[in-house]
Nanobody, 125 residues
Framework: QVQLVESGGGLVQAGGSLRLSCAAS????????MGWFRQAPGKERVFVAH????????YYADSVKGRFTISEDNAKNTVYLQMNSLKPEDTAVYYC??????????????????WGQGTQVTVSA
C-alpha cells in the first residue's frame, strides 16, 4: 500500500501562486509514477501533470502548460505542483495519485492505483 497526503491548497486571487505538496509513504518504490489531477464541482476528474520519481517523464495538460510545474524530491518522498498565474477556472479539488509503470498511460485516472484525499484550490476573480 502507498499512502498519499496532499497539502498546500487554499484561496488565492487570480494571477497568484500556490504550491501543492504530496507526501508519499508506505510501499513506495522508484518505479512509481506520480500524477496530479483536479476535479471541479459537477465535472469529471481530469489530468493535470505527471512525473516519474527519476524526474523525467514529465507531462502536462494543455490547460496548465507554461503555468504549472511538477517536481519531485526523492529524499523527502514528496511531489510538488507549483501553480503560477492562477485563473478562476483552476478552481478545483486537486488530487495526488500514484501508478505503477504498467498499465501504460498517464492521463487517465483509471491507470492510477493510489489516491490522496485531495486539497481544495480556490481562485477568486
Amino acid at each position: 500500500q502507498v499512502q498519499l497526503v496532499e497539502s498546500g491548497g487554499g484561496l488565492v486571487q487570480a494571477g497568484g501562486s500556490l504550491r501543492l505538496s504530496c507526501a508519499a509513504s508506505g510501499r513506495t518504490h522508484s518505479n512509481l509514477r506520480m500524477g496530479w489531477f483536479r476535479q471541479a464541482p459537477g465535472k469529471e476528474r481530469v489530468f493535470v501533470a505527471h512525473i516519474a520519481w527519476s524526474g523525467d517523464n514529465i507531462y502536462y495538460a494543455d490547460s496548465v502548460k507554461g503555468r504549472f510545474t511538477i517536481s519531485e524530491d526523492n529524499a523527502k518522498n514528496t511531489v510538488y505542483l507549483q501553480m503560477n498565474s492562477l485563473k478562476p477556472e483552476d478552481t478545483a479539488v486537486y488530487y495526488c495519485a500514484a501508478k505503477n509503470v504498467f498499465p501504460l498511460g498517464y492521463s487517465s485516472p483509471a491507470v492510477y492505483v493510489y489516491w490522496g484525499q485531495g486539497t481544495q484550490v480556490t481562485v477568486s476573480a
